[in-house]
């Protein structure tokens, strides 16, 4: 039981580092931004997020 604990805590001790390895080492650094208006590639696709979606819909005067 002890055991499984502690292995599981380490575990998750090792995951955390792996991803504050940018935020610590880089100057400056810091998580990249997961919304889809800040993505280039969503951008290119002219993928936007589901409230730019709903605003132009009602801009245009086709809100459902």
Known sequence: MLE??????????????FLCVKV????NGRFTSMHIHDSEAMKERGI????DQ???????NRAY
Do not use: G, P
């Not at 936007?48 to 409230?51: L, R, T």
């Open 54 to 60: 709903d605003r132009e819909a009602r801009q245009a």
């Open 24 to 27: 610590l080492l880089k100057k």
């Open 4 to 17: 499984s604990l502690l292995l599981s805590v380490l575990i998750i001790a090792i995951a955390l580092a």
């Open 48 to 51: 936007h997020c589901v409230m």
